[in-house]
């Protein structure tokens, strides 16, 4: 993160002051509760589409636009940008979406060109055209990222700008040009979107009829291919942070370089990027490293290695670790729980149930579950009673026995949550009623 505010809640918030309408976010099926609580924080309201598997972004932002279209009756524009981005001028940024707007109303597909500020090598490049008007150009090519030398030839001809992945283009337009360059994404898409069901606060992409859908990305599947792609210059303080060497550019640093987020101690120790969220970390005598500590796991890399982890992390899927995809901290509709501790036959659980949410009435075949409640007030249904447990109170819940949790109070509720028995997977829940938020 670059400030208090998740990249996601920044992307929303740089929004503001803008002519816009409710956003449509587009996210995997395991991070939906945790970019729903973080609309929540910034009191934000999205349709959400839960993309079941990965296939780029082509195939990601006709969902978008085919959304789009069924919730409005007068053709929008779609403004698309990834959530990993860092902006340091708004206004600069926002005249920018303004400027692309007018272009894509005029029926082109516009991508944001940003000024370049070195010769990157890790950037794909746009060539700009022949002049629109005043504010935007032609798109004579799409370039792939370069070496250093050709980078350098970019930097110094003034015609080249960084590719920065962010679009403009009414929803029915690119719909139809995506239709003429890659039938084949945009015919399943439509039956995709056909099919999909509301899920709550979500709405669900059926599974095996999009993993039918070929993966490419929105660059090659149209804007390379169309007659009507512009480009709107941007030099707005842009960063797309996709590693730990571009976030640390973000960062301020002490007098050794050294950019440090949560309880960390060092001693003559120069230009380390350290991250702690749990515990203390401490180092001596180090350079150039990032360490990186949260619950699931700890990572420490070499700065020139930030590509690397990459790898790293595909290995770890490969080999069918849990850290991976799995994380301690587990958001739901009602709040969330963290993992504490578990053991072959126990599991603790840190639970918060958001004021007057409950979970789901419940029962388990192979654990029982003790509570005890920290902080707030808790109304429990076990079996045929109801009763209310309150802060250093505890109550039991016997294997088999039907319960519910609920919050009743104006603050979070809080409790430990005791796991025993001989199966302690989440799949051992049977749920009687959904969930109340």
Not at 207 to 223: G, L, N, Q
């Given at each position: 993160m670059t400030s208090d505010f998740s990249m996601l809640q920044e992307t929303l918030l740089r929004l503001k002051g803008l002519d816009t309408l409710e956003p449509i976010l587009i996210c995997n099926d395991e991070h939906r509760f945790m970019a729903a609580e973080q609309l929540r924080e910034i009191d934000i309201r999205a349709q959400i589409l839960l993309e079941p598997v990965g296939r780029n972004t082509a195939p990601a932002i006709a969902l978008a636009a085919l959304q789009a279209e069924k919730t409005y009756a007068e053709p929008v524009v779609l403004l698309v940008l990834a959530a990993d981005h860092a902006i340091q001028n708004l206004e600069v940024f926002q005249q920018a979406v303004r400027n692309a707007a007018e272009e894509a109303a005029a029926g082109q597909l516009v991508t944001f060109g940003i000024v370049p500020t070195y010769a990157a090598t890790g950037y794909g490049y746009i060539k700009a055209g022949a002049s629109r008007s005043q504010v935007a150009h032609d798109v004579e090519e799409f370039v792939e990222k370069p070496d250093a030398s050709t980078a350098e030839t970019f930097l110094a001809s003034g015609d080249y700008y960084w590719n920065s992945g962010m679009f403009a283009f009414q929803a029915e337009r690119f719909l139809a040009?995506?239709?003429?360059?890659?039938?084949?994404?945009?015919t399943v898409c439509q039956q995709a979107m056909d099919?999909?069901?509301?899920?709550?606060?979500?709405?669900?992409?059926?599974?095996?009829?999009?993993?039918?859908?070929?993966?490419?990305?929105?660059?090659?599947?149209?804007?390379?291919?169309?007659?009507?792609?512009?480009?709107?210059?941007?030099?707005?303080?842009?960063?797309?942070?996709?590693?730990?060497?571009?976030?640390?550019?973000?960062?301020?640093?002490?007098?050794?370089?050294?950019?440090?987020?949560?309880?960390?101690?060092?001693?003559?120790?120069?230009?380390?990027?350290?991250?702690?969220?749990?515990?203390?970390?401490?180092?001596?005598?180090?350079?150039?490293?990032?360490?990186?500590?949260?619950?699931?796991?700890?990572?420490?890399?070499h700065q020139s290695e930030s590509e690397s982890i990459k790898v790293l992390v595909n290995r770890l899927k490969q080999a069918g670790r849990s850290e991976s995809d799995l994380h301690k901290e587990v958001f739901r509709p009602w709040g969330k729980y963290v993992s504490l501790v578990e053991g072959s036959r126990f599991q603790v659980k840190r639970i918060t149930v958001k004021p007057g949410a409950s979970l789901s009435l419940q029962k388990h075949y192979h654990r029982a579950e003790h509570w005890v409640v920290v902080s707030g007030t808790a109304q429990v249904v076990r079996g045929t009673e109801t009763f209310m447990v309150t802060e250093n109170e505890s109550t039991y819940i016997p294997c088999g026995e039907i319960h519910r949790l609920h919050n009743p109070g104006c603050i979070d509720l809080e409790l430990i949550e005791v796991q025993s028995g001989s199966y302690l997977g989440e799949?051992?829940?049977?749920?009687?009623?959904?969930?109340?938020?």
């Open positions: 040009e995506l239709g003429v360059h890659r039938e084949d994404i945009l099919e999909a069901t509301v899920d709550l606060d979500f709405i669900r992409i059926p599974a095996e009829r999009f993993a039918a859908c070929p993966s490419d990305s929105i660059d090659y599947a149209v804007m390379e291919k169309t007659r009507h792609a512009s480009m709107v210059p941007m030099d707005a303080g842009w960063s797309d942070v996709g590693n730990w060497s571009a976030l640390r550019e973000l960062k301020s640093k002490d007098a050794q370089g050294n950019d440090c987020h949560g309880d960390v101690w060092l001693e003559t120790s120069e230009n380390n990027s350290i991250y702690a969220t749990q515990r203390l970390v401490a180092g001596v005598g180090i350079k150039d490293l990032i360490i990186v500590e949260t619950d699931d796991a700890v990572l420490v890399a799949d051992d829940i049977v749920r009687i009623e959904t969930c109340q938020s």
